[in-house]
């Protein structure tokens, strides 16, 4: 019998202390070994008899990994987590200290408390409810890094193949779409971004002596910028993928409320909310860089640059993705202008499989937490480390879950904040699914 109770109150103050360390990994001068060392001596203290901090790939930011090896004929789970966080952003748009943990309306807030400082507590208070004796291996991954792309995650995890080889991989960073409901992400977009050059005169000239007949640079990119969609707003690169679309509805009064949509402003493309977010393409113009209203002048500018995101629809090859935004870019730049492309990131979309057991498992364990049946959602955001582990452990099932964050929580956001019954649910959801986990026999069938 799984006695949360007796655990949430240790589960709940791990994360009221990793809130308070500032960890950003984006910041140089961020001392992130306090929050792997905090990991590292909560997982030591829950029981684990493996913890070692991982600080030996070049570049990389400290990682925790703690191991409790997997009873004969039992399968092992590895549940991720990252320690590190988003930069706080601008104070002023905080209603409370963004690195001092503050409950309000049954929420936490505080940079982290949903992302992703809850899933290091829901898999601290997993392995506690099992009083540090999983019925399964359990092996915990806390990484920090995620917040600037995991760059050296794969090269972890090559080094540290043996130690973290696992049946099933829980990665607790995802969201639920509706309190109290749970969810499993099972598609996620992948990613491509690049940096677009225009250029149509060779200096700044006087806009009174040639503006009518030398075009702008600035003109010249809106209306380059203006083809990637066409006139219902779908995305007009040639030769991209679409993917499945999971069975939810996503009402269209419900998505413009949590966007923030304008009242007379109408959404982008056709089709479904669920197909425009989470199966299809989406471009997006990130920045420009032109002259500053506050220092602009009657110049005709020579030169303009602009950042376009891609989102890559599941199933499709990003890189080749990628390759298909530079060349629309490149080839239908107006009056001649001079145009030049770089492809500064590229991350693939994933989707998941879930036929196997451990989906079973995992289905049952969620509902018995939650009350309610799992529900199987997409993801218009990009995750780069699912990939980085699905291509390390090709034949582990892989769970994308939350740790008790939902649409609200604000991720990266001031304000940010995690709901704590929400909460709660994921932690006795993990509980039970090492349980369930725990019933498959010797055979490999479940028993």
Same mark, same amino acid.
């Given at each position: 019998?799984?006695?949360?109770?007796?655990?949430?109150?240790?589960?709940?103050?791990?994360?009221?202390?990793?809130?308070?360390?500032p960890s950003v990994s984006a910041d140089p001068t961020a001392d992130?070994?306090?929050?792997?060392?905090?990991?590292?001596?909560?997982?030591?203290?829950?029981?684990?008899?493996? *913890?070692?901090i991982l600080d030996d790939i070049p570049g990389g930011r400290p990682a925790v990994l703690a191991r409790h090896p997997a009873p004969p004929g039992r399968p092992t789970v590895l549940l991720y987590a990252?320690?590190?966080?988003?930069?706080?952003g601008e104070l002023a748009e905080w209603t409370s200290r963004p690195f001092e943990p503050s409950e309000r309306d049954g929420r936490l807030f505080g940079r982290g408390t949903a992302d992703d400082k809850s899933g290091i507590a829901a898999h601290l208070a997993a392995v506690l409810a099992h009083c540090g004796r999983p019925p399964v291996g359990v092996t915990v991954l806390v990484e920090g890094e995620e917040e600037i792309s995991s760059p050296t995650l794969g090269a972890l995890l090559a080094r540290h193949r043996d130690r973290l080889a696992a049946d099933v991989i829980v990665l607790a960073d995802a969201e639920n779409l509706e309190l109290g409901t749970p969810a499993f992400t099972t598609t996620l977009r992948g990613t491509a971004a690049c940096v677009v050059e225009l250029r149509t005169l060779e200096t700044g000239v006087h806009s009174g002596s040639f503006g009518g007949a030398a075009p702008d640079a600035l003109t010249a990119l809106c209306r380059l910028l203006a083809?990637?969609?066409?006139?219902?707003?779908?995305?007009?690169?040639?030769?991209?993928?679409?993917?499945?679309v999971p069975a939810f509805d996503y009402p269209v009064p419900r998505f413009r409320a949590e966007a923030g949509v304008l009242d007379a402003v109408t959404l982008h493309g056709?089709?479904?909310?669920?197909?425009? *977010?989470?199966?299809?393409?989406?471009?997006?113009?990130?920045?420009?860089?032109?002259?500053?209203?506050?220092?602009?002048?009657?110049?005709?500018?020579?030169?303009?640059?602009?950042?376009?995101?891609?989102?890559?629809?599941?199933?499709?090859?990003?890189?080749?993705?990628?390759?298909?935004?530079?060349?629309?870019?490149?080839?239908?730049?107006?009056?001649?202008?001079?145009?030049?492309?770089?492809?500064?990131?590229?991350?693939q979309p994933h989707c998941?499989?879930?036929?196997?057991?451990?989906?079973?498992?995992?289905?049952?364990?969620?509902?018995?937490?939650?009350?309610?049946?799992v529900i199987h959602i997409g993801s218009g955001g990009s995750i780069p480390f699912v990939g980085e582990f699905a291509a390390a452990f090709p034949s582990a099932a892989i769970l994308i879950t939350s740790a008790g964050a939902d649409n609200d929580s604000r991720a990266h956001g001031a304000d940010e904040s995690v709901h704590l019954a929400e909460f709660e649910r994921a932690c006795l959801a993990e509980a039970l699914l090492l349980a369930e986990l725990g019933r498959k026999s010797e055979n490999g069938s479940p028993e």
């Open positions: 019998m799984i006695d949360l109770d007796r655990v949430l109150p240790t589960a709940r103050a791990a994360l009221d202390a990793l809130v308070r360390i992130l070994r306090r929050t792997a060392a905090l990991t590292a001596t909560l997982f030591r203290d829950a029981g684990m008899p493996e *913890v070692e990252h320690h590190d966080v988003q930069p706080a083809t990637l969609h066409d006139e219902h707003g779908d995305v007009a690169v040639a030769g991209l993928g679409t993917g499945a056709t089709g479904s909310v669920t197909e425009r *977010v989470w199966a299809r393409p989406a471009v997006s113009v990130l920045a420009v860089d032109a002259t500053p209203v506050a220092d602009a002048s009657n110049t005709l500018a020579p030169v303009a640059k602009a950042k376009v995101g891609m989102r890559i629809a599941p199933g499709d090859d990003a890189v080749r993705a990628g390759a298909a935004l530079a060349e629309h870019l490149t080839t239908h730049a107006p009056w001649g202008a001079r145009v030049s492309v770089t492809v500064t990131e590229v991350a998941v499989d879930t036929s196997g057991w451990q989906f079973a498992a995992a289905g049952r364990a969620y509902r018995n937490a939650y009350g309610r049946d």
